[in-house]
């Protein structure tokens, strides 16, 4: 389980204090594949902040199976937390190769040297992996990263960060930067990983309609606040126009 308990948080600004949580409560199961969504400065991103460590609270505690993530050593946090970045770039090491790449998201949590060997057999599992995307990259595995397309390089990254099965992999609008049928393969093969390997998942995205075909759980946040939070049968009865409504609300 995830959890943030009573989170507090607040920015000073040139009108003052602005106060961004106050006494967040939120909890997400096992299993879980929660979407979510809100406008800028709702909150989304500052949770996932807090998560990676890039943001502290002013108060309360993020828990990941009842170990506080605020305290945990970087590299117990990397081989338990996956996160698929916005930028095609981001996830990736552009002058390795693709090999390389898969061979390092392998060894995650792991002491690896600069120069290290990968096995035959680890050659023809990643290629396996990668078979399964449909895009042809099982035969670009000496391929450096950089020449890759950026679905190519997303769709690489996804993979990367589900290889070891992570308690929580993190989606920062992972398909924001790619035209709508790449998004849609990367959607699909998304919802495919986290629901075979039963990752807990939270996905941000400004998409309402991928909000709504996507996961289990949607979670609407405005100012800090959630004023959505539907799943099971009401997830499922939730309408595009209800959404927009809630989005535009002041």
Do not use: C, W
Not at 29 to 38: A, C, H, L, S
Not at 67 to 88: E, F
Not at 95 to 119: C, H, P, Y
């Amino acid at each position: 389980m995830l959890e943030f308990k009573q989170i507090q948080k607040s920015f000073q600004t040139v009108q003052g204090e602005q106060v961004l949580f106050s006494g967040l409560d939120l909890a997400i199961q096992k299993n879980e594949f929660v979407t979510m969504v809100g406008n800028n400065g709702a909150g989304k991103s500052s949770l996932f902040k807090m998560i990676v460590g890039d943001m502290q609270p002013d108060g309360g505690d993020v828990l990941l199976g009842n170990h506080s993530i605020l305290s945990m050593p970087t590299h117990l946090k990397k081989a338990r937390i996956g996160k698929v970045y916005q930028d095609p770039a981001a996830g990736t090491i552009g002058i390795m190769t693709l090999l390389e790449n898969m061979a390092l998201a392998d060894r995650k949590g792991e002491r690896v040297s600069l120069q290290f060997a990968i096995r035959k057999s680890a050659r023809e599992r990643y290629g396996e992996l990668l078979k399964d995307l449909g895009l042809g990259l099982e035969n670009k595995l000496d391929t450096p990263m950089k020449e890759l397309s950026g679905g190519q390089r997303q769709a690489v990254a996804l993979v990367m960060a589900t290889m070891k099965t992570p308690q929580l992999l993190l989606l920062d609008e992972h398909t924001a930067a790619l035209d709508p049928k790449t998004a849609r393969l990367i959607l699909d093969k998304t919802q495919t990983l986290v629901t075979e390997k039963g990752i807990m998942t939270m996905m941000v995205t400004h998409n309402l309609q991928d909000a709504l075909s996507y996961g289990n759980r949607l979670i609407m946040m405005r100012e800090g606040k959630i004023v959505e939070d539907a799943q099971g049968r009401t997830r499922d009865q939730l309408s595009l126009s209800h959404l927009l409504e809630q989005f535009y609300t002041a």
